[in-house]
């Protein structure tokens, strides 16, 4: 389980830093949010296995990770999520908070149809943070894979 962990990470890594996986990153204040989605299918199936995604072309996974950017270390937070399609169908997205070898992750998985663009509604609350939470809005454009 030790090397799947290890594996994962690296994924997740990978995901951070390739823009084809369609990760950004916005600042809020001493915050910066990297925000990326995946198509599930692209997942190893042991990997998927091991954290409960399942991997479907019709799948994605979206990916938050909130850092501190004075100290580039994680953040924990409560962040919520949804989407809607161009003609305004909603779906709530539930994010899991991921732990791993010192970084946090929320992840979560939706359907999406061939061609569909979403456009994302994140609210992000930094753990000890005042305030109103920060809104990230995004549109992504999905395909099977």
């Given at each position: 389980m030790d090397s799947i962990r290890k594996i994962f990470t690296a994924m997740l890594a990978i995901v951070l830093l390739t823009p084809v996986a369609a990760q950004q990153a916005e600042q809020f204040g001493k915050y910066e949010v990297h925000y990326s989605t995946l198509n599930t299918n692209m997942l190893q199936p042991e990997i998927a296995s091991a954290y409960g995604i399942?991997?479907?072309?019709?799948?994605?996974?979206?990916n938050i990770t909130v850092l501190d950017s004075e100290t580039g270390n994680p953040v924990q937070a409560r962040v919520e999520a949804e989407a809607a399609n161009l003609t305004g169908q909603r779906r709530d997205i539930q994010l899991r908070e991921i732990r791993d070898q010192g970084a946090i992750y929320y992840l979560g998985?939706?359907?999406?149809?061939?061609?569909e663009s979403l456009n994302f509604n994140v609210s992000i609350q930094p753990?000890?943070?005042?305030?109103?939470p920060f809104s990230l809005t995004f549109r992504q454009k999905f395909y099977p894979g």
């Open positions: 399942q991997r479907s072309g019709t799948r994605a996974i979206l998985q939706f359907r999406f149809r061939n061609e753990e000890g943070r005042q305030g109103n």
